[in-house]
């Protein structure tokens, strides 16, 4: 129970802003932060997927640090919220070569995360826009066609295609070929809780400079009807408001391995977020806070937030006793600015971060965004919760691929979105 009338909270809020803008002194840099990326993005982690249970291996590690910052737990000693859900996993080979020459797995070619086992040496059938939207041709290839062939289409073309239901029909294979290779300049990989019919690789454009004749592919996947991960829960008790809590969120799951030789380390996505949590469990664990502050690290999210629907269903405190929730993700630059999902849903709270942002000079811009369903903010804003989504933006373009590494994150603005965000709970903490 809230004790405060309306008037006087709101009092106290813009006393709090008056007081912010001339006293900023959070001591900040971002050792810590590198030191949780490099440590989530560490090859015995895996990708913090799901593959010789990397996810759960980073969970120890934050139900490690949870404790040795200081937050307690709601079950007695036990961070974790367990559950399990259906995913297609890579532990085996995944491999391919072309005429010979073996493609490397992350950089050369990436296979669909719902792509079933797929073992042989297969023929290719080029389809080029011109083939899919004249008819006379369309017919001439269905007649003509092959069975056990790969369908190689260049990404390119796609966008120019007239013809949707010829396409379509090769998307869903109607054609009854063995497969389908795109080709592309960028692969962007993702997790899928389903094993398809047919296999889909992405091949990159270089590789096709030369004529190609055959594919030579190994690809051994295991689907897991119920893989066993949790989320990660802690907190620190309010002193004045002990059932009113302010949660900080960041989904700690990447896309984990596609084989032994190539695993995706997350380090902008979502090591950056996680790292942020921590630093601001940190604070909070040495300050006075009103409110209860909660932290919550999600398993799950690439796969479909399914972590946070998980605790939307079986929340530890009940929901409406959530006075904000602030999601983080992307936290690793910040050149061009953050932008805030849900920003037009929560103005006056939109308006403080902005307030904040210009009276302390962090970042060069804070957008406003309206309602998204890109991250785990999403199952509690359906559900009632005012909730912020943050992600940074910057000239970084290593997203959901092998090259989003802890080397090459820049953690650029890290310290003004640190300041913007810590800041951002004080004014809340009233
Ligand atoms: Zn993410």
Known sequence: MNLLSVNNRIKIYSVFLLFLATNNTIAQDSTYARQVIKTLTAPNFEGRGYVNEGDSKAAKY??????????????????????????NKFPYDVKA??????????????????????????????????TLDNSALWKKFLKHRKRNCFIIIDKHTVANIIQKENYNMIVHNEVKARGIIYIEDKFTWSVSTKQAKFPV?????????????????????????????????????????????LVFTAHYDHLGRMGPDAYFSGANDNASGVAMLLD??????????????????????????????????????????????????????????????????????????????????????????????????????????????????GNYTNYHDIYDTNEALPLNRYNQAYQLISNFLKVMDY
């Open 62 to 87: 934050i139900a490690y640090e949870f404790k040795r910052i200081g937050l307690q737990s709601f079950e007695e000693n036990n961070y974790f919220q367990p559950f399990s859900f259906p995913v």
């Open 97 to 130: 070569d072309i005429d010979g020459l073996e493609l490397i797995p992350g950089k050369d070619f990436i296979v669909s995360p719902d792509c079933p086992p797929v073992l042989g040496e297969y023929d290719f059938i080029r389809l080029d826009s011109q």
């Open 201 to 245: 690789i992405s091949v990159k454009r270089e590789i096709f400079k030369s004529f190609r004749y055959h594919i030579n592919l190994n690809i051994q996947p295991q689907f897991t009807a119920g893989h066993e991960t949790q989320n990660v829960v802690g907190y620190i008790k309010g002193t004045k408001y002990p059932d009113s809590f």
């Open 280 to 393: 601001l469990a940190k604070q909070v664990s040495k300050q006075k806070n009103n409110c209860s502050v909660a932290f919550i690290c999600f398993a799950g999210e690439e796969a479909g937030l399914i972590g946070s629907l998980y605790y939307t269903s079986y929340p530890f405190f009940p929901l409406p006793q959530i006075r904000f929730l602030f999601n983080m993700d992307l936290m690793g630059t910040g050149e061009n600015g953050a932008t805030i999902v849900n920003g037009t849903e929560y103005r006056k709270q939109f308006d403080t971060l902005v307030y904040l942002n210009n009276t302390l000079s962090l970042l060069p811009a804070v957008n406003i965004r309206g309602k998204a369903s890109n991250s785990d903010h999403y199952f509690f804003s359906e559900k009632g919760v005012p909730s912020f989504f943050i992600y940074l933006m």
